[in-house]
């Protein structure tokens, strides 16, 4: 599976992006997806996950009520709309794929996006 994420940009506090991971090589309805973001000099922390069927989401507590992931399997393709963004919302964001149930750590995704970089200023 090759994702591809875009979307990011430079924003102001306050406002919105949508990311978008697109998927290729394999469809990704049994694939349980994710969102990670990592800032510069910090690990790579679990941003959002949903299950294949897109029955089941996950949240990491900086982003619960202001980010919401989805995912339309028609299309191969999983959001991650993020709304009252914050400075410390500011990293790459990358997708990750997993062919199982849906995970919240780094090291149970299999396949990665190249990532996207979202810069929110205050």
């Known amino acids: 599976v090759q994702l591809q994420a875009s979307g990011g940009g430079s924003v102001q506090t306050g406002d919105s992006l949508r990311l978008s991971c697109t998927a290729s090589?394999?469809?990704?309805?049994?694939?349980?997806m994710g969102w990670f973001r990592q800032a510069p000099g910090k690990e790579r922390e679990f941003v959002a996950a949903?299950?294949?069927?897109?029955?089941?989401?996950y949240y990491g507590n900086s982003v619960k009520g202001r980010f919401t992931i989805s995912r339309d399997n028609a299309k191969n393709t999983v959001y991650l709309q993020m709304n009252s963004l914050k400075p410390e919302d500011t990293a790459v964001y990358f997708c990750?794929?997993?062919?199982?149930?849906?995970?919240?750590?780094?090291?149970?995704?299999?396949?990665w996006g190249q990532g996207t970089q979202v810069t929110v200023s205050s």
């Open positions: 090589g394999r469809t990704i309805s049994r694939y349980a």
């Open positions: 990750a794929a997993r062919l199982s149930i849906v995970a919240t750590t780094t090291t149970e995704y299999h396949y």
């Open positions: 949903i299950s294949g069927g897109g029955n089941s989401t």
